[in-house]
């Protein structure tokens, strides 16, 4: 029988255990440090009427101003929306709604005349909003190949498999592939003004500087590079199902086409939530001033995007923006409740210690 023999303490406090072959085995204990023993100095604050009251009512005073600002601010941020669904029977879009489906080869036009009360000063944005669309379902956020996106040439023909069923059509790779891009918003949004002498005059939209720079410029690159001819560089691929037209057709202009077209760009950075805004164009060239004068509006729509089979809605939505962004009520409505609470709770708090404190030792609230 083989004998171990146990040796002392170590100054780290570790005990060796030897054996017959010369080895060592250290304890679990951890070393004698004043870390590892915890005997490091802290710091744990001591919750008294000094400390308390005065947290709260600071809070309460610091909170209440800047939700009030927030919330002036954003009720100063102009807002309109028009709904095109066209679920009602009185609704101009009503017949594209119901005729339309995504393999349409005719378009369908339809006018919303609406009135904007007040005029909209500076630089107008104009989203698109869709409702009851579910972009944060986990198997279409993973319908994609960022690969293919930055401009790969061997994911442009051999697609992810995350892409299926979107990744081959006729037997050829789809171009961009996956669903998120199968469903792309495509709509066309025209707005015209009519100015009190009768003439409609287009509102200029521009539909560059809507994506994030990082996306166009980092994550999403076309085939070939700049300067490349996509027409031969996208042969031998398909469109997406839904599309009408191929990838390179988006944009006649050359530099906003294919893969680092912005209306694409924007449509693949998916939403959080069922009922979500893009941003569509932008009114920063308009030549009148103000930007869009109060007065009679005409939207005309080329209804491209259907909505029925999820029983969603499509709307327009003209904004302006602030310091803080653009219109949202509720983080002004949040600071001043915060704050408001915090002020009450400290009045409160500063009675019970008036009252059933012990006033020969004030700071101490726990008498």
Not at 7 to 13: C, Q, S, V
Not at 44 to 70: D, E, H, M, R
Not at 314 to 343: D, E, Q
Request: charged share 20%; hydrophobic share 35%.
């Amino acid at each position: 029988m083989m004998a171990t023999s146990y040796n002392a303490k170590d100054e780290d406090g570790h005990i060796t255990v030897s054996g017959p072959g010369g080895g060592t085995l250290r304890s679990r204990k951890p070393e004698n440090t004043a870390f590892k023993q915890q005997r490091l100095p802290a710091w744990q604050p001591i919750l008294t009427a000094g400390t308390v009251l005065p947290a709260f009512f600071i809070i309460g005073l610091i909170f209440i101003p800047i939700g009030i600002g927030l919330y002036v601010t954003s009720n100063n941020i102009r807002e309109f929306e028009v709904d095109y669904t066209g679920v009602d029977v009185s609704s101009p879009c009503f017949n594209c709604s119901q005729n339309y489906s995504w393999n349409s080869s005719r378009p369908c036009t339809c006018t919303i005349p609406f009135y904007l009360e007040q005029p909209y000063e500076g630089n107008v944005y104009m989203y698109y909003g869709l409702s009851n669309f579910y972009q944060n379902h986990r198997r279409y956020v993973k319908s994609r190949d960022d690969s293919q996106l930055h401009g790969d040439m061997d994911s442009l023909l051999t697609p992810s498999k995350e892409c299926e069923p979107y990744a081959f059509h006729d037997k050829k790779p789809i171009a961009p592939c996956g669903a998120i891009a199968n469903s792309m918003f495509n709509d066309t949004l025209e707005l015209f003004y009519n100015d009190p002498n009768g003439t409609k005059v287009l509102v200029p939209l521009a539909n560059t500087g809507i994506a994030w720079f990082t996306d166009k410029y980092v994550k999403f690159k076309n085939p070939g590079g700049d300067g490349a001819n996509l027409t031969a560089v996208f042969q031998g691929t398909s469109k997406p199902v839904n599309w009408l037209k191929p990838v390179y057709e988006l944009d006649k202009n050359s530099s906003n086409n294919g893969f680092i077209n912005e209306d694409f760009i924007v449509w693949m950075r998916t939403a959080a939530l069922p009922t979500f805004r893009k941003l569509y164009r932008t009114i920063k060239d308009a030549k009148v001033i103000p930007t869009l004068p109060s007065g009679n509006y005409t939207l005309e729509v080329v209804y491209n995007y259907p909505v029925r089979s999820f029983e969603g809605r499509k709307r327009m939505i003209l904004s302006t923006i602030s310091w803080m962004g653009g219109k949202n009520p509720f983080l002004g409505i949040a600071y001043v409740t915060v704050g408001s609470v915090c002020f009450f709770l400290g009045v409160v708090l500063l009675v019970i210690h008036h009252k059933c404190g012990n006033r020969n030792n004030s700071a101490d609230i726990s008498n």
